[in-house]
Nanobody, 120 residues
Framework: VQLVESGGGLVQPGGSLRLSCAASGSFVSIGNMGWYRQAPGKQRELVATITSGGNTNYADSVKGRFTISRDNAKNTVYLQMNSLKPEDAAVYSC???????????????WGQGTQVTVSS
């Protein structure tokens, strides 16, 4: 199973970016998916998660500015980031709980990360 992120880059404060993370490989289904970020010298933190049914959860710091969504047919999760602030700069990584077999077991997989820089 591979998770491949795209969409990071440099944006000015107040700008927007859309991250994508596509899962590929051999698996039965994907459960919860999420985005995490890690800034230099800081611990990785949860940004947003979404269940297979579409229920979402956000960190307080991004509520009202970021939107997580997913396309189950494409095994892809998105993160729309608006009104970006310098403190949003970090490496953003996606996570997915993947069911590999008919057994009710899910395993966590991570993408390689994509850099988001917010600077004028």
């Amino acid at each position: 199973v591979q998770l491949v992120e795209s969409g990071g880059g440099l944006v000015q404060p107040g700008g927007s970016l859309r991250l994508s993370c596509a899962a590929s490989g051999s698996f039965v289904s994907i459960g919860n998916m999420g985005w995490y970020r890690q800034a230099p010298g800081k611990q990785r933190e949860l940004v947003a998660t979404i269940t297979s049914g579409g229920n979402t959860n956000y960190a307080d710091s991004v509520k009202g500015r970021f939107t997580i969504s997913r396309d189950n047919a494409k095994n892809t999760v998105y993160l729309q980031m608006n009104s970006l602030k310098p403190e949003d700069a970090a490496v953003y990584s996606c996570n997915a709980l993947v069911r590999l077999t008919s057994l009710r077991l899910e395993y966590p997989y991570w993408g390689q990360g994509t850099q988001v820089t917010v600077s004028s």
